[in-house]
């Protein structure tokens, strides 16, 4: 049941304090953190909640990442002052591609 109730939407916004992020929107309030995977690797460290345009999201910068195919997961986790750490089920991952940066010039040179 809490699986699908933190079932996590992901979709890109640019946000001045974030540059280029992932985020997920989250269905339950008791969410505090959340995990990121990016192109089926290992899980992230945990990230904290964000509010961006006051909603609360789970929000990572991927300004840094390389150029080219990727894709992005996230989970949404609580702790439990019973059961401990909760977290949600994987979200389907999000696929992007990061594009090249464009080629230098060439011939730089002084016209009069």
Same mark, same amino acid.
């Given at each position: 049941?809490?699986?699908? &109730?933190?079932?996590?939407? &992901?979709?890109?916004? %640019?946000?001045?304090?974030?540059? %280029? @992020?992932?985020?997920?929107?989250? =269905?339950?309030?008791?969410? @505090?953190h959340?995990?990121?995977?990016?192109?089926?690797?290992?899980?992230?460290?945990d990230? =904290?909640?964000?509010?961006?345009?006051?909603?609360?999201?789970?929000?990572?910068?991927?300004s840094?990442?390389?150029?080219?195919?990727? @894709?992005?997961?996230?989970?949404?986790?609580?702790?439990?002052?019973?059961?401990?750490r &909760?977290?949600?089920?994987?979200?389907?991952? &999000?696929?992007?591609?990061?594009?090249?940066a464009?080629?230098?010039? %060439?011939?730089?040179?002084?016209?009069?």
């Amino acid at each position: 049941m809490i699986r699908y &109730l933190l079932a996590t939407i &992901l979709a890109f916004v %640019v946000s001045p304090a974030l540059a %280029v @992020t992932a985020v997920g929107d989250l =269905p339950d309030q008791t969410t @505090t953190h959340c995990q990121f995977q990016f192109n089926g690797g290992a899980w992230g460290a945990d990230a =904290p909640v964000v509010t961006i345009s006051g909603q609360r999201l789970c929000a990572v910068d991927i300004s840094g990442i390389s150029e080219g195919a990727h @894709t992005v997961a996230a989970k949404a986790v609580k702790n439990d002052a019973l059961w401990g750490r &909760l977290e949600s089920a994987s979200s389907a991952p &999000l696929a992007f591609t990061r594009p090249a940066a464009p080629a230098a010039p %060439v011939s730089t040179r002084l016209v009069p």
